[in-house]
């Protein structure tokens, strides 16, 4: 592989993304490739700063369009300090949320619209989209029950809003499934870890054996 490969997993709340992504990590590792994983909002100090503001659970006045903006003003940071460099350097990049976070929870269940939220984005991005997404798709109500079942972890502002509100980001991710076929793969992630990683795995070996060819 002659340049960056990137990858981004997407999901509601609990569909399992911090684990899938570590076995990724783990598997491609083994074929000898560079990775590098981040998160998002966060992965450098300063997008890190913003995230705690826009997860505060303390902050519930921030308006939705304000809340749009931190996240593409965090994306952008980011963007240029991690995710260019390691893709120039010929790295596989795996980032847990993007783009496509943006556009299901502040686009759609938020209500600000998918193209108005994708072109502040775009500008934060230069229109670099991922290579691949991978959308663990979860049952809201699944999604909720795993966060709240796990004592490790901490409940952010996102967690507390409605089972409407979680429903409708779902919603908007299908609506992106539907848009960019080529780019997302949807994965049923309601099962559990190894049956989900299976169809992950078999969508990585797919993924990586065509770019190899085209290269």
């Known amino acids: 592989m002659q340049k960056g490969y990137f990858i981004t997993v997407e999901g509601g709340e609990g569909a399992g993304k911090t684990s899938v992504i570590e076995l990724m990590t783990q598997y491609l590792s083994t074929l000898g490739l560079e990775i590098v994983s981040s998160r998002e909002p966060g992965g450098i100090d300063i997008a890190e700063q913003i995230r705690a503001i826009i997860l505060d659970k303390s902050n519930t006045k921030m308006e939705g369009r ?21 893709l120039a350097q010929g790295k596989v990049f ?12 502040q686009g759609h269940a938020r209500g600000l619209g998918m193209d108005e939220v994708l072109t502040i984005n775009q500008f934060a ?16 109500e699944e999604g909720l029950r795993r966060i709240h079942a ?13 089972l409407a509100f979680h429903q409708k980001v779902r919603e908007g991710y299908l609506i992106l499934a539907d848009r960019f076929p080529d780019r997302i793969v ?30």
């Open 150 to 162: 796990r004592s490790d972890r901490e409940i952010n502002r996102l967690d507390l809003e409605s």
């Open 125 to 140: 991005i230069e229109n670099v989209f991922p290579d691949l997404t991978i959308y663990l798709d979860v049952n809201p």
């Open 94 to 105: 795996i980032c847990d949320r993007f783009i496509d976070s943006s556009l299901a929870y």
């Open 186 to 215: 949807r994965i049923d992630a309601n099962g559990g870890i190894d049956k989900v990683y299976e169809s992950v795995k078999g969508c990585l070996d797919s993924r990586f054996k065509k770019s190899s060819e085209a290269d």
């Open 66 to 86: 304000t809340e749009a903006l931190l996240y593409a003003a965090a994306r952008r940071q980011h963007f240029v300090e991690k995710i260019q460099p390691s």
